[in-house]
Protein backbone atom coordinates (compact mmCIF):
# COMPACT_ATOMS: atom_id res chain seq x y z
CA UNK A 1 0.00 0.00 0.00
CA UNK A 2 1.32 3.27 -0.90
CA UNK A 3 2.23 5.55 2.51
CA UNK A 4 1.96 8.99 1.79
CA UNK A 5 2.73 11.55 4.45
CA UNK A 6 1.42 14.71 5.43
CA UNK A 7 3.68 17.73 6.47
CA UNK A 8 0.72 20.23 8.54
CA UNK A 9 1.48 23.98 8.04
CA UNK A 10 4.38 25.12 10.29
CA UNK A 11 1.24 26.98 12.61
CA UNK A 12 -1.02 23.67 13.03
CA UNK A 13 2.89 21.75 14.01
CA UNK A 14 3.07 24.74 16.67
CA UNK A 15 -0.04 24.51 17.76
CA UNK A 16 -0.79 20.64 17.93
CA UNK A 17 2.63 18.85 19.12
CA UNK A 18 2.53 14.96 17.85
CA UNK A 19 2.48 13.58 21.39
CA UNK A 20 2.88 9.80 22.49
CA UNK A 21 -0.69 8.47 21.44
CA UNK A 22 -0.42 6.43 24.46
CA UNK A 23 0.46 9.48 26.75
CA UNK A 24 -2.79 11.13 25.21
CA UNK A 25 -5.09 8.04 26.00
CA UNK A 26 -4.05 7.72 29.55
CA UNK A 27 -4.58 11.81 29.93
CA UNK A 28 -8.15 10.74 28.48
CA UNK A 29 -8.74 7.50 30.34
CA UNK A 30 -7.47 9.22 34.45
CA UNK A 31 -9.66 12.38 33.55
CA UNK A 32 -12.76 10.07 32.54
CA UNK A 33 -12.67 7.67 35.31
CA UNK A 34 -12.11 11.30 37.64
CA UNK A 35 -15.42 12.51 36.49
CA UNK A 36 -17.49 9.28 35.96
CA UNK A 37 -19.30 9.17 39.57
CA UNK A 38 -19.80 12.85 39.66
CA UNK A 39 -22.40 13.91 37.53
CA UNK A 40 -24.51 11.57 34.57
CA UNK A 41 -27.91 11.79 32.81
CA UNK A 42 -31.12 10.43 35.12
CA UNK A 43 -33.25 9.55 32.19
CA UNK A 44 -30.78 7.58 30.25
CA UNK A 45 -29.29 6.08 32.89
CA UNK A 46 -31.43 5.01 35.90
CA UNK A 47 -34.72 4.45 33.12
CA UNK A 48 -33.55 2.82 30.08
CA UNK A 49 -29.66 1.44 30.61
CA UNK A 50 -30.26 -0.19 33.82
CA UNK A 51 -33.84 -1.07 33.45
CA UNK A 52 -33.20 -2.55 30.04
CA UNK A 53 -29.97 -4.05 31.55
CA UNK A 54 -31.37 -5.77 34.58
CA UNK A 55 -34.15 -7.32 31.98
CA UNK A 56 -31.42 -9.47 30.29
CA UNK A 57 -30.95 -11.61 33.10
CA UNK A 58 -27.00 -10.92 32.48
CA UNK A 59 -27.06 -13.39 29.38
CA UNK A 60 -30.31 -12.70 27.24
CA UNK A 61 -30.22 -9.56 25.52
CA UNK A 62 -32.72 -10.04 23.19
CA UNK A 63 -34.90 -10.24 26.61
CA UNK A 64 -34.31 -6.39 27.00
CA UNK A 65 -36.81 -5.66 23.93
CA UNK A 66 -39.20 -8.25 25.44
CA UNK A 67 -39.91 -5.53 28.96
CA UNK A 68 -42.68 -3.94 28.53
CA UNK A 69 -43.13 -0.24 28.30
CA UNK A 70 -44.19 1.32 32.11
CA UNK A 71 -45.38 4.79 33.23
CA UNK A 72 -41.73 5.16 34.47
CA UNK A 73 -39.35 2.53 32.14
CA UNK A 74 -39.31 3.41 28.23
CA UNK A 75 -39.96 0.30 25.70
CA UNK A 76 -36.19 -0.08 24.36
CA UNK A 77 -35.78 1.39 20.63
CA UNK A 78 -32.03 1.10 20.61
CA UNK A 79 -30.46 -1.50 17.80
CA UNK A 80 -28.85 -4.92 18.76
CA UNK A 81 -24.96 -4.51 19.80
CA UNK A 82 -25.37 -1.92 22.31
CA UNK A 83 -28.27 -4.38 24.16
CA UNK A 84 -25.04 -7.26 24.08
CA UNK A 85 -23.41 -4.29 25.89
CA UNK A 86 -26.23 -4.06 28.78
CA UNK A 87 -26.44 -7.68 29.26
CA UNK A 88 -22.29 -7.79 30.09
CA UNK A 89 -23.15 -4.60 32.37
CA UNK A 90 -26.20 -7.11 34.32
CA UNK A 91 -24.08 -9.78 34.64
CA UNK A 92 -20.59 -7.58 36.40
CA UNK A 93 -23.28 -6.04 38.16
CA UNK A 94 -24.65 -9.51 39.43
CA UNK A 95 -21.27 -10.16 40.05
CA UNK A 96 -20.41 -7.57 42.44
CA UNK A 97 -23.66 -7.67 44.11
CA UNK A 98 -24.23 -3.80 43.35
CA UNK A 99 -27.87 -2.37 43.63
CA UNK A 100 -29.95 -1.53 40.54
CA UNK A 101 -29.99 1.77 39.74
CA UNK A 102 -26.89 2.55 41.69
CA UNK A 103 -24.23 4.67 41.48
CA UNK A 104 -21.51 1.64 40.70
CA UNK A 105 -23.94 0.57 38.08
CA UNK A 106 -24.01 3.67 36.59
CA UNK A 107 -20.33 3.93 36.65
CA UNK A 108 -19.99 0.21 34.78
CA UNK A 109 -22.30 2.10 32.28
CA UNK A 110 -19.70 4.47 31.89
CA UNK A 111 -16.55 2.20 32.11
CA UNK A 112 -17.91 1.11 28.98
CA UNK A 113 -18.30 4.24 27.25
CA UNK A 114 -15.24 5.43 28.46
CA UNK A 115 -13.23 2.37 27.03
CA UNK A 116 -14.87 2.93 23.65
CA UNK A 117 -13.24 6.36 23.61
CA UNK A 118 -9.78 5.14 24.42
CA UNK A 119 -9.97 2.39 21.97
CA UNK A 120 -11.29 4.66 18.99
CA UNK A 121 -7.82 6.57 20.26
CA UNK A 122 -5.54 3.55 19.31
CA UNK A 123 -8.00 2.95 16.19
CA UNK A 124 -7.16 6.70 14.36
CA UNK A 125 -3.46 6.22 15.51
CA UNK A 126 -2.66 2.83 14.24
CA UNK A 127 -5.41 3.27 11.26
CA UNK A 128 -3.77 6.33 10.31
CA UNK A 129 0.01 5.72 10.36
CA UNK A 130 0.62 4.28 7.35
CA UNK A 131 -1.59 6.37 5.17
CA UNK A 132 -0.82 9.75 6.58
CA UNK A 133 2.14 9.00 8.12
CA UNK A 134 3.08 8.85 12.29
CA UNK A 135 3.06 12.46 13.03
CA UNK A 136 0.08 13.23 11.39
CA UNK A 137 -1.55 9.78 12.93
CA UNK A 138 -0.30 10.98 16.45
CA UNK A 139 -1.78 14.66 15.99
CA UNK A 140 -5.19 12.85 14.81
CA UNK A 141 -5.55 10.57 17.25
CA UNK A 142 -4.43 13.64 20.46
CA UNK A 143 -7.82 15.52 18.80
CA UNK A 144 -9.66 12.20 19.35
CA UNK A 145 -8.58 11.99 22.65
CA UNK A 146 -9.21 15.58 23.12
CA UNK A 147 -12.36 15.79 21.66
CA UNK A 148 -14.89 17.48 24.23
CA UNK A 149 -18.06 16.30 23.07
CA UNK A 150 -17.06 12.50 23.38
CA UNK A 151 -15.53 13.07 26.39
CA UNK A 152 -19.34 15.01 27.31
CA UNK A 153 -21.27 12.16 25.99
CA UNK A 154 -19.60 9.13 27.48
CA UNK A 155 -17.85 10.12 30.50
CA UNK A 156 -19.96 12.87 32.22
CA UNK A 157 -23.59 11.65 30.54
CA UNK A 158 -23.27 8.19 29.90
CA UNK A 159 -24.75 7.34 26.45
CA UNK A 160 -23.33 5.67 23.83
CA UNK A 161 -22.26 7.50 20.69
CA UNK A 162 -18.85 6.84 22.14
CA UNK A 163 -19.49 3.09 20.77
CA UNK A 164 -20.97 4.64 17.91
CA UNK A 165 -17.86 6.62 17.03
CA UNK A 166 -15.48 3.27 17.45
CA UNK A 167 -17.37 2.11 14.46
CA UNK A 168 -17.71 4.75 12.21
CA UNK A 169 -13.97 5.70 12.63
CA UNK A 170 -13.01 1.67 12.35
CA UNK A 171 -14.57 1.96 9.15
CA UNK A 172 -13.56 4.98 7.90
CA UNK A 173 -9.96 4.52 8.32
CA UNK A 174 -9.68 0.87 7.34
CA UNK A 175 -11.09 2.29 4.04
CA UNK A 176 -8.33 5.25 3.65
CA UNK A 177 -5.90 2.53 4.34
CA UNK A 178 -7.25 0.96 0.91
CA UNK A 179 -9.29 -1.87 2.78
CA UNK A 180 -13.21 -1.62 1.71
CA UNK A 181 -13.82 -5.05 2.46
CA UNK A 182 -12.68 -4.45 6.18
CA UNK A 183 -14.79 -0.71 5.30
CA UNK A 184 -17.57 -2.76 5.02
CA UNK A 185 -17.72 -5.20 7.72
CA UNK A 186 -17.20 -2.36 10.35
CA UNK A 187 -20.01 -0.48 8.56
CA UNK A 188 -22.56 -2.70 9.27
CA UNK A 189 -21.13 -3.05 12.84
CA UNK A 190 -21.47 0.63 13.22
CA UNK A 191 -25.24 0.33 11.40
CA UNK A 192 -25.90 -2.51 14.44
CA UNK A 193 -25.59 0.52 17.13
CA UNK A 194 -27.46 3.49 15.45
CA UNK A 195 -29.41 3.93 12.62
CA UNK A 196 -27.34 7.52 12.88
CA UNK A 197 -24.65 6.17 11.29
CA UNK A 198 -25.95 5.77 7.66
CA UNK A 199 -25.26 9.21 6.97
CA UNK A 200 -21.19 8.15 6.12
CA UNK A 201 -22.73 5.47 4.39
CA UNK A 202 -23.03 7.00 1.14
CA UNK A 203 -19.31 8.77 1.56
CA UNK A 204 -18.19 5.49 1.51
CA UNK A 205 -19.89 3.84 -1.51
CA UNK A 206 -18.80 6.75 -3.41
CA UNK A 207 -15.54 6.26 -2.75
CA UNK A 208 -15.05 2.62 -3.14
CA UNK A 209 -16.41 2.77 -6.28
CA UNK A 210 -14.29 5.75 -7.51
CA UNK A 211 -11.04 3.95 -6.23
CA UNK A 212 -11.55 0.17 -6.04
CA UNK A 213 -14.53 -0.03 -9.08
CA UNK A 214 -18.21 -1.74 -8.52
CA UNK A 215 -16.50 -5.33 -7.28
CA UNK A 216 -15.26 -3.75 -4.58
CA UNK A 217 -18.13 -2.13 -3.81
CA UNK A 218 -20.28 -5.23 -3.77
CA UNK A 219 -18.02 -7.23 -1.79
CA UNK A 220 -18.16 -4.36 0.78
CA UNK A 221 -21.80 -3.94 0.65
CA UNK A 222 -22.47 -7.67 1.29
CA UNK A 223 -19.71 -7.85 4.31
CA UNK A 224 -21.31 -5.11 6.12
CA UNK A 225 -25.29 -6.58 6.02
CA UNK A 226 -23.57 -10.05 6.68
CA UNK A 227 -21.62 -8.76 9.67
CA UNK A 228 -25.17 -6.36 10.62
CA UNK A 229 -27.57 -10.01 9.95
CA UNK A 230 -24.99 -11.60 12.38
CA UNK A 231 -25.60 -9.51 15.06
CA UNK A 232 -29.41 -9.29 14.79
CA UNK A 233 -29.46 -13.31 14.29
CA UNK A 234 -29.69 -14.37 18.03
CA UNK A 235 -32.88 -11.46 18.20
CA UNK A 236 -34.76 -12.69 15.33
CA UNK A 237 -34.49 -16.23 16.20
CA UNK A 238 -35.57 -15.65 19.73
CA UNK A 239 -38.44 -14.04 18.04
CA UNK A 240 -37.97 -10.50 18.33
CA UNK A 241 -37.07 -9.37 14.72
CA UNK A 242 -40.22 -7.04 14.54
CA UNK A 243 -38.58 -5.39 17.55
CA UNK A 244 -35.28 -4.99 15.67
CA UNK A 245 -36.76 -3.32 12.85
CA UNK A 246 -38.61 -1.13 14.74
CA UNK A 247 -35.76 -0.04 15.93
CA UNK A 248 -34.90 0.97 12.63
CA UNK A 249 -37.99 1.96 11.56
CA UNK A 250 -39.42 4.39 14.28
CA UNK A 251 -35.95 5.99 14.66
CA UNK A 252 -37.15 8.93 12.93
CA UNK A 253 -40.56 10.77 13.18
CA UNK A 254 -40.42 10.15 17.11
CA UNK A 255 -40.45 13.91 18.04
CA UNK A 256 -42.10 16.33 15.97
CA UNK A 257 -40.02 19.16 16.49
CA UNK A 258 -37.49 21.72 14.42
CA UNK A 259 -35.07 21.54 17.25
CA UNK A 260 -35.02 19.37 20.51
CA UNK A 261 -32.40 21.88 22.35
CA UNK A 262 -29.96 21.80 19.16
CA UNK A 263 -28.20 24.63 18.33
CA UNK A 264 -28.66 24.31 14.07
CA UNK A 265 -30.27 26.37 11.41
CA UNK A 266 -33.61 25.17 12.98
CA UNK A 267 -33.05 26.84 16.58
CA UNK A 268 -31.94 29.77 14.58
CA UNK A 269 -35.16 29.66 12.52
CA UNK A 270 -37.35 29.15 15.99
CA UNK A 271 -35.98 32.14 17.17
CA UNK A 272 -36.66 34.39 14.22
CA UNK A 273 -40.31 32.92 14.18
CA UNK A 274 -40.83 34.05 17.83
CA UNK A 275 -39.20 37.04 18.57
CA UNK A 276 -39.88 38.84 14.85
CA UNK A 277 -42.56 36.92 13.37
CA UNK A 278 -44.53 36.93 16.59
CA UNK A 279 -45.30 32.98 16.13
CA UNK A 280 -45.99 31.00 19.28
CA UNK A 281 -43.24 28.86 20.75
CA UNK A 282 -45.42 25.95 20.86
CA UNK A 283 -46.24 26.25 17.02
CA UNK A 284 -42.95 27.54 15.54
CA UNK A 285 -41.08 24.21 16.91
CA UNK A 286 -43.43 22.05 15.09
CA UNK A 287 -41.97 20.55 12.09
CA UNK A 288 -45.09 19.03 10.52
CA UNK A 289 -46.61 22.55 9.78
CA UNK A 290 -46.34 23.62 6.22
CA UNK A 291 -43.72 25.34 4.87
CA UNK A 292 -44.12 25.90 1.23
CA UNK A 293 -47.41 24.91 0.04
CA UNK A 294 -47.48 20.96 -0.03
CA UNK A 295 -43.85 20.63 1.89
CA UNK A 296 -43.83 20.67 6.00
CA UNK A 297 -41.08 21.84 7.68
CA UNK A 298 -39.61 18.23 7.92
CA UNK A 299 -39.31 17.47 4.26
CA UNK A 300 -37.75 21.03 3.76
CA UNK A 301 -34.98 20.04 5.91
CA UNK A 302 -34.96 16.22 4.36
CA UNK A 303 -34.25 17.91 0.95
CA UNK A 304 -31.95 20.80 1.98
CA UNK A 305 -29.69 17.52 3.43
CA UNK A 306 -29.90 15.14 0.60
CA UNK A 307 -28.73 18.64 -1.95
CA UNK A 308 -26.16 19.47 0.72
CA UNK A 309 -25.15 15.60 0.51
CA UNK A 310 -25.06 15.43 -3.07
CA UNK A 311 -22.83 18.20 -3.51
CA UNK A 312 -20.50 16.91 -1.38
CA UNK A 313 -20.24 13.18 -2.76
CA UNK A 314 -19.75 14.85 -6.36
CA UNK A 315 -16.74 16.15 -4.89
CA UNK A 316 -15.35 13.50 -3.47
CA UNK A 317 -15.90 11.54 -6.89
CA UNK A 318 -13.89 14.13 -8.78
CA UNK A 319 -11.34 13.99 -5.74
CA UNK A 320 -11.14 10.60 -4.68
CA UNK A 321 -8.51 10.97 -2.12
CA UNK A 322 -8.06 9.97 1.39
CA UNK A 323 -8.37 13.31 3.35
CA UNK A 324 -11.35 14.21 1.30
CA UNK A 325 -12.79 11.00 2.13
CA UNK A 326 -12.74 11.61 6.16
CA UNK A 327 -13.74 15.43 5.18
CA UNK A 328 -16.59 14.35 3.26
CA UNK A 329 -17.97 11.86 6.03
CA UNK A 330 -17.14 14.45 8.63
CA UNK A 331 -19.39 17.15 6.53
CA UNK A 332 -22.65 14.34 5.88
CA UNK A 333 -22.80 14.10 9.59
CA UNK A 334 -22.41 17.29 10.36
CA UNK A 335 -24.66 18.62 7.49
CA UNK A 336 -27.35 15.69 8.98
CA UNK A 337 -27.54 17.52 11.90
CA UNK A 338 -27.38 21.61 10.81
CA UNK A 339 -29.88 20.87 8.11
CA UNK A 340 -32.33 18.14 9.18
CA UNK A 341 -35.49 19.09 11.79
CA UNK A 342 -35.74 16.55 15.06
CA UNK A 343 -32.12 17.07 15.65
CA UNK A 344 -31.13 16.81 19.64
CA UNK A 345 -28.33 17.99 20.78
CA UNK A 346 -26.37 14.88 20.54
CA UNK A 347 -26.36 14.52 17.22
CA UNK A 348 -23.65 16.71 16.54
CA UNK A 349 -21.56 14.40 18.56
CA UNK A 350 -20.42 12.18 15.38
CA UNK A 351 -19.47 15.13 13.11
CA UNK A 352 -17.63 16.89 15.76
CA UNK A 353 -15.93 13.83 16.28
CA UNK A 354 -15.38 12.77 12.58
CA UNK A 355 -13.60 16.55 11.97
CA UNK A 356 -10.85 15.20 14.30
CA UNK A 357 -9.25 12.83 12.03
CA UNK A 358 -8.07 15.61 9.39
CA UNK A 359 -8.25 18.44 11.99
CA UNK A 360 -4.63 17.84 11.63
CA UNK A 361 -3.93 18.60 7.85
CA UNK A 362 -4.71 22.45 7.73
CA UNK A 363 -5.14 25.76 10.32
CA UNK A 364 -8.93 25.40 8.67
CA UNK A 365 -9.81 22.76 9.30
CA UNK A 366 -8.18 22.55 12.83
CA UNK A 367 -10.28 25.94 13.65
CA UNK A 368 -13.71 24.01 12.34
CA UNK A 369 -12.93 20.94 14.60
CA UNK A 370 -12.34 23.34 17.48
CA UNK A 371 -14.84 25.54 16.98
CA UNK A 372 -17.58 22.31 16.64
CA UNK A 373 -15.89 20.91 19.59
CA UNK A 374 -16.42 23.78 21.60
CA UNK A 375 -20.29 24.25 20.75
CA UNK A 376 -20.70 20.38 20.85
CA UNK A 377 -19.09 20.74 24.50
CA UNK A 378 -21.27 23.19 25.88
CA UNK A 379 -24.60 22.27 23.91
CA UNK A 380 -24.22 18.71 25.78
CA UNK A 381 -23.27 20.22 29.16
CA UNK A 382 -25.66 22.59 29.50
CA UNK A 383 -28.64 19.77 28.56
CA UNK A 384 -27.40 17.62 30.87
CA UNK A 385 -26.62 19.85 33.95
CA UNK A 386 -29.97 20.69 33.73
CA UNK A 387 -31.85 17.30 33.72
CA UNK A 388 -28.99 16.22 36.48
CA UNK A 389 -29.53 19.27 39.27
CA UNK A 390 -33.25 18.72 39.48
CA UNK A 391 -32.72 15.16 40.17
CA UNK A 392 -29.71 15.92 42.72
CA UNK A 393 -32.58 18.48 44.20
CA UNK A 394 -30.46 21.62 43.36
CA UNK A 395 -30.90 24.64 41.43
CA UNK A 396 -30.79 25.68 37.79
CA UNK A 397 -30.66 29.01 37.67
CA UNK A 398 -26.97 29.65 36.52
CA UNK A 399 -27.68 26.69 33.66
CA UNK A 400 -30.81 28.45 32.65
CA UNK A 401 -28.91 31.89 32.59
CA UNK A 402 -26.46 29.76 30.60
CA UNK A 403 -28.45 28.83 27.94
CA UNK A 404 -30.23 32.07 27.31
CA UNK A 405 -26.87 33.74 26.92
CA UNK A 406 -24.62 31.16 24.71
CA UNK A 407 -27.84 29.35 22.90
CA UNK A 408 -28.40 32.45 19.84
CA UNK A 409 -24.20 32.80 19.80
CA UNK A 410 -23.44 29.46 19.53
CA UNK A 411 -26.29 28.63 16.62
CA UNK A 412 -24.91 31.22 14.74
CA UNK A 413 -21.20 30.22 14.73
CA UNK A 414 -22.34 26.75 14.31
CA UNK A 415 -23.61 28.09 11.12
CA UNK A 416 -20.79 30.13 10.26
CA UNK A 417 -18.36 26.96 11.26
CA UNK A 418 -20.30 24.89 8.71
CA UNK A 419 -20.33 27.75 5.74
CA UNK A 420 -16.68 27.56 6.55
CA UNK A 421 -16.04 24.04 5.84
CA UNK A 422 -17.84 23.50 3.46
CA UNK A 423 -16.21 25.90 1.50
CA UNK A 424 -12.79 25.05 2.61
CA UNK A 425 -14.36 20.96 1.04
CA UNK A 426 -15.07 22.86 -2.00
CA UNK A 427 -12.45 25.23 -2.87
CA UNK A 428 -9.49 23.65 -1.17
CA UNK A 429 -6.48 25.80 -0.79
CA UNK A 430 -3.39 25.31 -2.84
CA UNK A 431 -1.28 24.85 0.32
CA UNK A 432 -3.58 22.12 1.12
CA UNK A 433 -4.22 20.99 -2.34
CA UNK A 434 0.05 20.38 -2.68
CA UNK A 435 0.33 19.07 0.73
CA UNK A 436 -2.99 16.48 0.26
CA UNK A 437 -1.92 12.66 -0.11
CA UNK A 438 -3.15 11.75 -3.30
CA UNK A 439 -3.74 8.02 -3.68
CA UNK A 440 -1.66 5.31 -5.97
CA UNK A 441 -0.86 5.90 -9.41
CA UNK A 442 -1.48 2.95 -11.31
CA UNK A 443 1.22 1.16 -12.57
CA UNK A 444 2.07 1.83 -15.83
CA UNK A 445 3.92 -0.84 -18.18
CA UNK A 446 7.34 -0.42 -19.30
CA UNK A 447 8.32 0.65 -22.68
CA UNK A 448 9.80 -2.26 -25.15
CA UNK A 449 13.07 -1.99 -25.91
CA UNK A 450 13.74 0.53 -28.23
CA UNK A 451 15.83 -1.28 -31.68
CA UNK A 452 19.40 -0.63 -32.53
Request: net charge positive; with cysteine; hydrophobic share 55%.
Amino acid sequence: MNSCRVRPPLLVRRLLPAVNPFLALTVLVAASLLVAATVFYPYDTLMCWLPWAEASGGWRPWAIYAKEPSEYYPVCNYPPFFLYILTLIERLRLILNAPSGGLLAVCLVKLFVIAAHAAGVLVVYFGMCRPFGGKTARRAALLYALSLPLFVNGAMWGQADTVLLLAMVSALVALAADRPLRAGALMGWALSIKLQAVCIAPALLVYTWRRFGWRATLLGTAAGLGVLALITAPFVLAGEGEKVLAAYKDAAGFYHLRSLNAWNLWNLANDIDIRWRGVPGSIANQDDRLAFGPLTYQHVGILMFAAYLLLVLVVLWRRARRETLLDAAALSAVGFFILCTQMHERYIVPGAALLTLTGALSLTRLTVAAGFGLTAFLNQVLVLYSNYLPYAKRPTNFVDWCWGFFSMPMTVLNLALFAAATTAYLWPGEGEEAQAPRPPAPPTPSAPPSPR
